[in-house]
């Protein structure tokens, strides 16, 4: 219900819809505009890093010490690419074992980079030297 409320408004955000008023247009400024509201930009430490996946894992029984090890062998990605690589280990119904994880993880990195490379690839195609000569072909 919430994740829907917050679509909703990031859709329409000079329309909220407040609870019992659904056929009312009630105007709404975003807080955004108006200066009420100031991004915040999280770079986690280390430690913050660690204690974020220690909770992502805790109800598996992995040993602090091979969470260090994960956190310290993907030391690029965010935090969410450990909740992804929880995921991928459930999905597969594998043990979640430091050599499963490191694994999984490491095919996670190449699914990441495979990604970076097509889209560089089709910017190179859109916006490359060839200019306009292969708008067919990226127009499928």
């Known amino acids: 219900m919430v994740n829907a409320i917050l679509m909703n408004i990031a859709d329409n955000p000079t329309n909220v819809q407040l609870p019992g008023m659904y056929n009312e247009k009630n105007p709404h400024v975003p807080i955004i505009v108006t200066g009420h509201?100031?991004?915040?930009y999280w770079a986690p430490t280390?430690?913050?890093r660690t204690g974020v996946c220690f909770g992502i894992f805790r109800t598996d029984n992995v040993?602090?010490?091979d969470i260090i090890k994960l956190v310290d062998t993907f030391p690029g990605?965010?935090?969410d690419f450990f909740g992804a690589l929880k995921a991928r280990v459930?999905?597969?119904?594998s043990k979640m074992t430091l050599k499963e994880l490191l694994e999984y993880g490491n095919m996670l990195v190449q699914e990441l980079d495979?990604?970076?490379?097509?889209?560089?690839?089709?910017?190179?195609?859109?916006?490359?030297?060839?200019?306009d000569a292969n708008d067919d072909a990226t127009k499928k």
């Open 46 to 48: 280390w430690e913050d």
């Open 114 to 131: 495979n990604v970076k490379r097509v889209q560089l690839a089709d910017k190179y195609l859109k916006e490359g030297a060839i200019g």
């Open 37 to 40: 509201m100031e991004n915040f």
């Open 77 to 79: 990605q965010s935090i």
């Open 63 to 65: 040993p602090q010490e």
């Open 90 to 93: 459930y999905d597969d119904e």
